[in-house]
């Protein structure tokens, strides 16, 4: 249906298509015959967008075959040129929408959408990072005060870094509650948001500076020489726990700016929807034809 046929409340549903910023190499093809190789810059459900020369002339209706993966063969499909807006170096930013498009090829953009758009892994690994931080600290307290109270200094030797002492034990109470923030604060069961992220991220710097520290004290100590295998083993998992709160730390400052994206586009287009659903929801009050229902989200 052309753009100025459409009723307001169909153009206001197109727009609540989930979009995301890619850089994906394509091809575009005039008359079955390719013409010229272009990067797609966004992506949704419902169309997509391109840069080009100002001088390049497109038909109403062209093909575009596009590579989502490296590997992966390449999606064929027929679109529509929506808009053409100046961009400041010269060329145009095309957006365009699907007019053609297997139900299979439909399906594949939707799952690389939706799995670009997907949070739930790094905010499960903050979490996991977070809940084994919080057992380690907790042991390391227990162990701490089991040699407080009965003053057994042998225990030492088997589990190192629990010296008594005031100073230990405050910096343990820190290591404690810093976790607990972590484990607080990106708890699966909250609402998503950047805040949320950050402060998982950031709760988790000082109990990573802390255990690496730790194994730090411990390599030049040379404990791991011991005669006793259960102090290699402690050492080990300590170690392992070490690295593992690393990569998440690091990975996750990273990754900061695309978590930040992800989560605005996604509560935009919730937002879009709920909008959908009012005017939906108005139209059939006020006894509206089913003429111009919206086309369904993919």
């Given amino acids: 249906m052309d753009r100025h046929h459409a009723s307001p409340f169909q153009q206001q549903a197109k727009r609540t298509f989930l979009r995301i910023q890619v850089r994906l190499p394509a091809i575009l093809y005039f008359n079955r015959t390719q013409y010229k190789q272009i990067r ?4 949704s459900a419902g169309g997509l967008s391109f840069t080009i020369a100002k001088k390049v002339l497109l038909p109403e209706l062209f093909e ?3 590579k989502l993966k490296p590997f992966s063969p390449p999606i064929g499909m027929t679109l529509r040129v929506r808009s053409r807006t100046p961009l400041p170096d010269g060329s145009e930013r095309v957006g365009c929408q699907y007019v053609r498009v297997s139900e299979g090829n439909k399906l594949a953009i939707n799952d690389f959408i939706w799995k670009y758009a997907y949070l ?6 903050v979490y996991a ?3 084994f931080l919080c057992l380690d600290a907790s042991l390391r307290l227990f162990l701490f005060l089991i040699q407080m109270y ?3 200094l042998e225990a030492n030797e088997l589990f190192p870094g629990t010296a008594i002492g005031s100073r230990y034990l405050i910096m343990l109470l820190a290591y404690f509650l ?11 069961s909250r609402k998503r948001t950047y805040v949320n992220f950050l402060s998982g991220i950031a709760c988790l710097t000082p109990p990573f500076l802390f255990i690496l520290s730790k194994n730090l004290m411990y390599f030049r100590m040379q404990l791991w020489y011991s005669r006793y295998a259960l102090v290699k083993i402690v050492l080990g998992l300590d170690m ?14 990273i990754s900061l700016p695309k978590v930040k994206n992800i989560l605005h586009l996604t509560e935009e287009h919730l937002k879009g929807m709920r909008s959908r659903k009012t005017e939906e929801g108005n139209k059939n009050v006020s006894g509206g034809s089913g003429k111009d229902r919206p086309y369904p989200l993919q």
């Fill in 40 to 43: 797609i810059n966004e992506l």
């Fill in 64 to 66: 575009l075959h596009l």
């Fill in 129 to 131: 990072a977070a809940f």
């Fill in 178 to 188: 810093f976790s607990l923030g972590a484990f607080i604060s990106i708890d699966p």
């Fill in 150 to 152: 009965y003053g057994n």
């Fill in 240 to 253: 392992l726990l070490m690295f593992f709160v690393g990569f998440v730390v690091a990975v996750g400052f």
């Fill in 120 to 125: 739930s892994s790094p905010f499960k690994v």
